[in-house]
């Protein structure tokens, strides 16, 4: 059941509906606020826009190479069930 809540992240108020719950997802507002700022303060000609959308970024990126280890594992522990059998 998705869960409701109302953050306020970089100084943008939204209404959200997570999976999380809200201790959890507190936690990735967070870190996701922390990015965005830390990124901004590095750089003071970057834009709260432009700093969470090379956020995005980031997290794609990120995403897309645990994606390609997660099948790189798979398939290497199917070829170990493999041989077991």
């Given at each position: 059941m998705k869960n409701r809540y109302e953050i306020d992240m970089s100084g943008?108020?939204?209404?959200?509906?997570?999976?999380?719950?809200?201790?959890?997802?507190?936690?990735?507002?967070?870190?996701?606020?922390?990015?965005?700022?830390?990124?901004?303060?590095?750089?003071?000609?970057v834009t709260r826009i432009q700093a969470t959308l090379l956020l995005c970024l980031d997290y794609r990126s990120r995403i897309l190479t645990l994606e390609k280890e997660n099948a790189a594992l798979?398939?290497?522990?199917?070829?170990?069930?493999?041989k077991k059998l």
């Open positions: 943008v108020s939204l209404n959200v509906l997570a999976d999380e719950d809200e201790a959890e997802f507190k936690d990735i507002v967070k870190t996701v606020d922390n990015s965005v700022r830390e990124m901004m303060n590095i750089n003071n000609r798979k398939e290497q522990l199917s070829l170990i069930a493999d």
